[in-house]
């Protein structure tokens, strides 16, 4: 059975640092990846998505995200946060279309000034 | 744009009544989604629907019913509440490309439920 671990449930970075969400994977065949992110009382929001072409995805907002088979890894990255990127972040398994999505737990993004 | 709409942000109700959320999707999708959101635990899938009167149960089903009589609207039933199912209830749809590519769900708002 797939399955997604957000290896951090809270990260804090400051304005302007790198960000680093980290995300691993279980499946029994090749899986499509996505992130999605939740800002406070909006609905959620795809980031960026994995489906077997270029294993580096870049996504809205700057963020991308890199697909490592041999690690099962997908961690989202972004060079340089952003006060409006505090938000909660999920990582997101679909192993066949039209099934629905495995959510990992969410990681929460702080960023301070 | 996508559309997804959630009949109520929030919703306060009393343990044993029987609640309904609708769901109203405007992109003529096949696939229609329920998840709860819950601090901690992500989102958890109750129910999907791959089309009209088709219905598959996901994760937690137990406590909970889906309608599914148009296509573009996709109900979840409480029968009896109980405080236990005082959640985020989110509502998504996909469509099916049949090409093989994955599509991304599209979220409604949510509704936030509180069982007394």
């Known amino acids: 059975a797939q399955s997604v671990t957000q290896l951090d449930s809270h990260v804090s970075v400051s304005e302007g640092t790198p960000v680093l969400l980290r995300c691993n994977y279980s499946?029994?065949?090749?899986?499509?990846l996505f992130w999605y992110v939740q800002h406070p009382n909006k609905g959620l929001q795809l980031l960026l998505k994995y489906t077997s072409a270029a294993t580096l995805v870049k996504g809205i907002n700057g963020f991308e995200a890199e697909f490592k088979k041999s690690e099962t890894s997908f961690h989202l990255t972004k060079p340089s946060a952003h006060m409006s990127d505090a938000a909660e972040y999920f990582c997101?398994?679909?192993?066949?279309?039209?099934?629905?999505?495995?959510f990992g737990k969410g990681t929460t993004l702080s960023v301070s000034s | 744009d996508v559309k997804v709409t959630q009949s109520s942000r929030y919703l306060v109700k009393r343990t044993g009544e029987k609640v309904f959320l609708e769901c109203v999707q405007d992109m003529d999708h096949e696939n229609m989604f329920w998840y709860r959101q819950d601090p901690g635990l992500g989102l958890r899938l109750i129910y999907f629907s791959y089309d009209v009167k088709m219905k598959e149960k996901g994760d937690i089903p137990e406590g909970y019913s889906v309608s599914r009589e148009k296509k573009e609207r996709f109900s979840l039933i409480l029968e009896s509440a109980s405080t236990n199912q005082t959640s985020m209830y989110l509502c998504a749809s996909s469509f099916n490309s049949g090409s093989g590519s994955y599509n991304e769900q599209f979220f409604g708002p949510g509704t936030r439920l509180t069982v007394l």
């Open positions: 997101v398994v679909i192993q066949k279309e039209g099934t629905a999505l495995i």
């Open positions: 499946s029994s065949y090749s899986p499509s």
